[in-house]
């Protein structure tokens, strides 16, 4: 928090302010939005965890900066802020805005290829609004239910059914 408002002092003052200009009900806990946020990112970048044998993920935008990690969180707090008015969000939403803001930042890193830059991430983000995420997982849950729907068990239940 304290790099974003040092290092982007435009936009650190323009999530305040829009946070303390909201209704109280829709109002963005900083504070809180901030640490879930930082434990989400060590979540999807497995800080933390050893590194696997395989070694596949990599992404160069992290070698691209001197502060890569406090960058990534910088860009992150201003989607997680831009998710959350979109969804004109409340405080009982906030697990809601953090799965669909990990979504965001996963669909983000995992493009091929993954984004050489923090610019190329946050201009992939930026397409990836929450109406974008909306309508993928709507997809998604589509073709899911029309493979499901020709699933070998489905198939001869059905064939069951209108035999009789």
């Not at 930042?105 to 930026?126: G, M, S, V, W, Y």
Request: net charge negative; hydrophobic share 35%; glycine share 2%.
């Amino acid at each position: 928090m304290i790099y974003f408002a040092r290092n982007h002092t435009e936009s650190y003052t323009k999530v305040v302010l829009e946070n303390s200009c909201r209704a109280d009900e829709h109002e963005c806990p900083f504070g809180r939005t901030s640490i879930e946020l930082t434990k989400l990112l060590c979540d999807i970048l497995k800080i933390g965890e050893p590194p696997t044998e395989q070694g596949k993920t990599f992404y160069p935008m992290f070698f691209t900066h001197d502060h890569p990690f406090e960058e990534f969180f910088c860009i992150c707090i201003v989607l997680l802020n831009k998710t959350w008015k979109e969804m004109r969000a409340s405080i009982e939403d906030f697990s809601k805005v953090i799965s669909v803001v990990r979504e965001q930042i996963t669909r983000a890193l995992n493009t091929d290829p993954p984004p050489a830059t923090l610019e190329k991430f946050k201009q992939k983000l930026a397409t990836l609004t929450y109406n974008e995420i909306t309508n993928l997982w709507q997809k998604e849950r589509s073709n899911r239910e029309e493979w499901e729907s020709h699933a070998r068990p489905i198939v001869e239940l059905r064939e069951q059914i209108t035999q009789k």
